[in-house]
């Protein structure tokens, strides 16, 4: 792609960022080096990660599902890795699609490396996306500036740890500057880490993400959280507003119901997150200028 030129949108989901490339001909060869020039906030566009808008017809092996959900959410991480579900990511793609005309506002499928996903939104207004099941798998611990924290071991499609701050700990006083250490073994591909602090009637978090550093939001995240919340409370389901840097979403969770009938394992059915989610600019993306002969291949903030 480096001769030509290819147009772009910018959109966020609570301040969490992206650049989207339309790629209606599934053409685009997107590469690690070029995604990490993309998300340079000073020598790129600037963005917590990167998503290609391609035809499910046109990704190899998915062919079978493009007449259920016709589009792809190729989703990157701005240190060019690939995950396999973005939240407010999945919400801004739904605003383009509806946005480019390429879907019309209410329910519609698309899919993600986590499997089919189901927005709905009005023409403007707040986007839903149905995420999917949540598991609760365990515990494990971060280790931050000297302190570890012991947290909960959720899968959101994508893997988080949910850290509660200790009373007396400020939120805002952690610095997440430089990746928490997690235990490999039970992230052996890394893992997005929440901190969490509860104690004043509101759930507010921050956010370690994988692949990106700290971000202003992370709408698996915000899931993630809420699920330990109902959890701890011992709920099978319910609704969690979580308040995050770049504003605040609504999570609604929904019982997980075992197979035969038998009892579920811990966690919950689906789960739904709704929010904001604006697209603020379009523009022409040149890559060759953007490709810098310098990149080591480092991450924006690099895993643990
Ligand atoms: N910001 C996203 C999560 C993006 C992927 C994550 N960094 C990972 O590597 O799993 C969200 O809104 O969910």
């Known amino acids: 792609m480096d001769s030509a030129r290819y147009p772009f949108v910018k959109g966020h989901g609570t301040e969490n960022d992206f650049v989207l490339l339309p790629d209606p001909d599934g053409t685009l060869d997107l590469d690690p080096v070029l995604v990490r020039a993309i998300c340079d906030r000073r020598a ?18 998915h062919q079978d599902v493009a007449g259920s959900a016709p589009w792809f959410m ?42 089919i996903r189901t927005a709905d ?15 609760i798998v365990g515990v494990s611990t971060a280790e931050l500036a000297g302190r570890t ?36 073994i039970v992230f052996p591909d890394g893992v997005n880490v929440e901190f969490v602090d509860d104690s004043a009637g509101e759930v507010r978090m ?38 995050v840097p770049g504003g605040a979403v609504t999570v609604t969770l929904e019982a997980a119901v075992g197979s035969d009938g038998g009892t579920p394992e811990a966690g919950f059915g689906g789960a739904v997150l709704t929010g904001p989610a604006v697209l603020v600019a379009s523009g022409e993306l040149r890559p060759a200028a953007l490709r810098s002969p310098a990149d080591t291949g480092a991450a924006a903030g690099s895993r643990a």
């Open 44 to 61: 790129g566009i600037g963005a917590d990660g990167v998503i290609r808008v391609v035809p499910t017809a046109a990704v190899p092996g």
């Open 206 to 243: 921050r956010v370690f993400e994988r692949g990106v550093g700290e971000t202003r939001s992370c709408g698996t995240g915000t899931v993630a959280v809420a699920a330990e919340q109902l959890h701890r409370a011992g709920r099978t389901s319910g609704r969690v507003l979580v308040r």
């Open 149 to 184: 924290f012991t947290g909960t071991v959720a899968d959101v499609g994508n893997p988080h740890l949910v850290c509660r701050v200790a009373p007396g700990l400020r939120l805002e006083g952690l610095d997440l500057s430089a990746a928490p250490g997690h235990d490999p």
């Open 121 to 135: 939104l009005a023409a403007d207004g707040d986007v839903s996306v149905e995420m999917g099941p949540v598991r």
């Open 74 to 115: 190729d989703y990157r991480n701005a240190d060019g890795s690939l995950a396999q579900m973005c939240g407010n990511g999945a919400r801004v793609f739904a605003r383009f699609l509806v946005d480019a005309g390429w879907q019309q506002p209410g329910r519609f499928a698309f899919l993600t490396r986590a499997g």
